[in-house]
């Protein structure tokens, strides 16, 4: 099945289309498919170029841009990774609640609870006794 198209009309450099018109020439294909192959070429570059993955991943998350428009970019793998990403940051941080209070310090130490006694560490002390 053919895909849609779609006609687009925009101006260029005189220049430039007569250096098309000589290159479709010598290939002997249509302006229009050098025009199409060379978007595509383009379109491929930026898909692997890092500063345009970044700008199209903060468009993403900044709603500039949906889901369907970074699949058709970047694949369904990658658009799919950005989606999760894009979950998670959008996730708020869990609170963490307590049903009960907080153990007592005897129990949760198991009824031994060590108390600090002063500036001085035991180490400090039994180094202190031996000298």
């Known amino acids: 099945m053919a895909e849609e198209k779609t006609r687009v009309d925009f101006n260029a450099p005189k220049s430039l289309v007569e250096r098309a018109d000589s290159v479709v020439e010598i290939l002997d294909i249509s302006r229009t498919r050098l025009l199409i192959d060379a978007l595509e070429d383009e379109l491929e570059e930026l898909a692997t170029d890092e500063e345009f993955r970044r700008r199209l ?14 699949e058709a970019i970047l694949g369904r793998e990658e658009a799919m990774r950005l989606k999760l990403l894009r979950e998670s940051i959008d996730r708020a941080p869990a609170i963490p609640t307590l049903e009960d209070d907080l153990p007592s310090d005897e129990s949760f130490y198991d009824g ?18 031996r000298g």
Do not use: L, M, N
């Open 57 to 70: 991943s903060d468009a993403y998350y900044d709603d500039r841009v949906d889901y369907d428009t970074v």
């Open 112 to 129: 031994e609870v060590t108390e600090w006694t002063g500036s001085q560490s035991s180490d400090a002390a039994d180094d202190e006794s």
